[in-house]
């Protein structure tokens, strides 16, 4: 699903993401008097508060923002959203301005800021990740994001997109302030979801009521798109419909005219829970992977 939404800056939220942010700001640039800032390409104030708002940033999250630069994307999701986190970062003096950040406003007990590659980096613990890297660097971290984070995780991109995935949704907006940054004032913020790996043949369980014989169907997948074929009793029938997104699951079985069997779930691993109604009947399912 991809929407187009204009850019319009509530009031309200921007103020309240730059009264977070001003004092630290302050402090960074008394910090970056005294060291070697060196070059590098900050997402603006409000294109953060976009990324993050666009993830759907809770208290739960643990962020983790590749190519970090002065902390500002994990700072604002700890002050702002109650999440915690880290960033990655290869330059040493923007390292140790992030930290020093994090200090200055209470912040260094949820979130750090570490020099290392972040090709080597274990990403594994995010709900979040977020990342302004040049195109080609993304999508060489295309396949480390597909095998380290787990299903559900939320990948926020500023600017370029994974050329391999489809984005659940794309925020398009004009912004002045990036005209200093890459001399146009195009924005574009991608949101992607992490997919469960669901290719295989199924087995499932439903009740009588719902369904009187027995329901396997196979699925095949790349990425995020499903498609495939279901037996019921010694019927075939396609697939229709079919939805995922991270672990969450759906698709429809015509199996009777006007009487469809429309199946919702959360897949966990190996297995499958979650509902089936047909005819105005609900009733629970599960289904195990078999190969």
């Not at 699903?1 to 509530?10: A, E, K």
């Not at 005209?179 to 004032?185: M, R």
């Not at 005819?279 to 629970?284: A, F, L, Y």
Request: aromatic residues 6%; contains cysteine; proline residues 5%.
């Amino acid at each position: 699903m991809v929407l187009q939404i204009s850019h319009q800056v509530v009031p309200a939220f921007a103020a309240r993401i730059a009264c977070v942010l001003v004092a630290w700001l302050f402090m960074a640039a008394a910090i970056a008097q005294q060291i070697n800032a060196g070059p590098y390409v900050p997402s603006p104030v409000s294109v953060v508060a976009d990324m993050l708002k666009i993830a759907g940033i809770g208290p739960r999250d643990f962020v983790i923002d590749l190519g970090s630069g002065d902390g500002r994307i994990v700072l604002t999701a700890a002050k702002v959203y109650g999440a915690s986190g880290f960033g990655v970062e290869i330059q040493d003096n923007l390292v140790k301005l992030s930290n020093e950040a994090a200090k200055a406003e209470g912040l260094a007990d949820r979130v750090k800021f570490l020099k290392q590659d972040l090709f080597k980096t274990d990403i594994s613990q995010a709900t979040v990740l977020t990342m302004y890297l040049l195109p080609n660097t993304v999508n060489m971290l295309s396949e480390k994001l597909k095998t380290e984070l787990r299903p559900g995780t939320r990948i926020i991109s500023h600017d370029y997109s994974l050329a391999d995935w489809i984005p659940e949704e794309t925020k398009h907006f004009d912004l002045e302030d990036k005209i200093k940054i890459s001399g146009v004032t195009t924005t574009l913020i991608f949101l992607y979801v992490v997919p469960a790996k669901v290719a295989g043949q199924w087995t499932s369980k439903v009740a009588p009521e719902v369904a009187k014989q027995p329901v396997t169907f196979e699925l095949s997948q790349q990425m995020q798109k499903i498609g495939g074929m279901a037996r019921v009793g010694g019927r075939e029938v396609p697939i229709e419909d079919p939805k995922l997104v991270g672990e969450k699951i759906s698709f429809r079985l015509p199996v009777e005219r006007g009487r469809p069997l429309n199946f919702t779930g959360q897949v966990k691993g190996a297995s499958i829970e979650g509902t089936v109604e047909a005819g105005g009947v609900r009733s629970p399912w599960t289904a195990a992977l078999s190969k």
